[in-house]
């Protein structure tokens, strides 16, 4: 199965739009003023939509990070310990 990345996701979800506007304007029996209403409703959309996901995609990248802090915290505990356990057996032997 091929994977997608979230930029060739986001390219393909605006070349739909695009389409998608294209084939409305092309076959909507509205006057130009209704249309360019509806555009602009549509627009005004499409960036409230873009501006929660960006609010969703970094809200995902703290939670990444703040887990990614926690895992090196505690890998760093680790390594301190294990570092201490092998001071402590050097000095055993001699």
Do not use: N, W
């Not at 703290?62 to 990614?68: P, T």
């Amino acid at each position: 199965m091929a994977r997608c990345s979230v930029s060739a996701g986001v390219g393909c979800f605006l070349a739909g739009i695009g389409v998608g506007a294209g084939v409305a304007l092309l076959l909507a029996p509205k006057t130009g003023q209704q249309t360019r209403k509806l555009i602009a409703r549509k627009a005004e959309e499409g960036r409230d939509y873009m501006a929660s996901k960006g609010r969703d995609l970094r809200e995902q990248a703290e939670e990444l990070v703040d887990k990614g802090k926690g895992l090196v915290s505690r890998q760093k505990e680790r390594l301190a310990e294990v570092l201490e356990s092998g001071k402590e057996a050097v000095r055993g032997v001699l």
